[in-house]
C-alpha cells in the first residue's frame, strides 16, 4: 500500500508547484525519507527515516557533510498534535552542523502525534505519570541506538515543546547520564517525577533552561517555575525564562534565545574524537 501512495504522489508531484512541494516535505512525516526524487536543489539538509525504540523518527544533517561523520545531536521532541518536521534548512537557523533528529509521538492525536493521550493541563493523574515514564524510557533507549548508528560528538542535547517539553525534563532528571543539555519550551515536570534530595556535586547532572510563556493558558508557567525553582535550590543546574505575553507557543523571541543558548550548549561539547562530560 505504501509503495502504491508513493507512485501517485511521484505522478502528482510533476503538476502542483513549487510552494506545494515544500509544504508537503515540511508536513508529511510518510514521505520524509531519503528519496532523491523528494529532495529539493536548494535544500541544505540530508534527510533519511528510520525506527528506534519502537520508534519512528527523521534524521537531518547537513547535505555538504559526509554521511556517517562525526556530529553533535540535537534531539526535537514536538508537542502534542504536531509532528516531526522535514526541515530544508538549519533548524533554527543554529550556526553549526549538527545532527537533528525528530522522533514522532507513539499515538495518533488529531491530524498528528502524541506522547501521552491525555493533557497536563489539569496536572498529575496515573494516566499521564504512566505514559510519561513510558515515553521517557523510549526516548532514552532511542538515544542509545541513535548513538550506536551515528556518530555522536559528545551527549545529546534535547530541545522539546509542550508535551516535548515535559519529557525533556523529564529527561533531564531520570536519565541525567544520557543527554548534556534540555530546552523545554511551555513545558512542566510533574512534581512527582522531580528528584527530593540534593544534588550530587560529584555527579553529572543535566543543564536546564526552561523557556515559558507567560500568558500561556494550557501550561502555567507559576508550575514550571515552582518546580525548576526548588530543584535549583537543591543544587540541580536549572534555568527559568518566561516572556511576557506569550501564549503556549514558541514565539519570535524565544526562538532567538533558543539559537543563542543551543549554540552556546554545542561549543560546550568535547572536541571530536573524545567522549562528553558535562557538569
Known amino acids: 500500500m505504501q509503495h502504491i501512495r508513493l507512485r501517485m504522489f511521484r505522478r502528482q508531484l510533476i503538476r502542483i508547484p513549487l510552494l506545494a512541494t515544500l509544504y508537503v516535505l515540511a508536513t ?19 534527510l533519511s527515516r528510520g ?7 527523521i534524521v537531518a544533517e547537513p547535505a555538504d557533510v559526509p554521511e556517517g561523520a562525526e556530529l553533535p545531536m540535537v534531539v526535537y521532541i514536538h508537542g502534542r498534535g504536531d509532528m516531526p518536521p522535514a526541515p530544508t534548512d538549519t533548524p533554527f537557523g ?11 509521538g507513539p499515538a495518533r492525536s488529531g491530524d498528528g502525534y502524541a506522547w501521552m493521550p491525555v493533557s497536563a493541563h489539569h496536572g498529575e493523574s496515573p494516566e499521564l505519570l504512566r505514559a510519561l515514564d513510558e515515553s521517557s524510557r523510549a526516548l532514552s533507549e532511542a538515544m542509545m541506538e541513535w548513538r550506536r548508528r551515528y556518530p555522536t560528538r559528545g551527549l545529546p542535547i534535547v530541545v522539546g515543546f509542550s508535551q516535548g517539553g515535559m519529557l525533556a525534563m523529564d529527561l533531564a532528571v531520570t536519565q541525567e547520564s544520557a543527554i548534556s543539555h534540555a530546552f523545554p519550551i511551555a513545558g512542566w515536570l510533574p512534581p512527582s517525577r522531580a528528584p527530593r534530595r540534593a544534588a ?13 510563556g507567560g500568558a500561556d493558558p494550557i501550561l502555567s508557567p507559576a508550575r514550571t517555575e515552582r518546580t525548576l525553582r526548588a530543584l535549583s535550590a537543591l543544587g540541580y543546574p536549572m534555568r527559568f525564562e518566561m516572556f511576557d505575553g506569550v501564549e503556549h507557543e514558541l514565539s519570535v523571541a524565544m526562538r532567538e534565545r533558543l539559537k543563542m543558548e ?3 550548549a554545542l561549543e560546550e561539547l568535547p572536541e571530536s574524537g573524545h567522549e562528553a562530560g558535562h557538569s
Do not use: K
Open 94 to 104: 543554529v550556526d553549526a552542523q549538527v545532527r537533528w533528529i525528530f522522533p514522532r
Open 51 to 57: 525506527f528506534a525504540a519502537g520508534l519512528e523518527f
Open 28 to 46: 508529511s512525516f510518510g514521505l520524509s525519507q531519503a528519496d532523491p526524487e523528494l529532495a529539493l536543489p536548494d535544500s541544505t539538509m540530508r
Open 200 to 212: 550530587d556535586p560529584y555527579a553529572m547532572h543535566v543543564n536546564v533552561l526552561a523557556l515559558h
Open 262 to 264: 543551543l549554540e552556546a
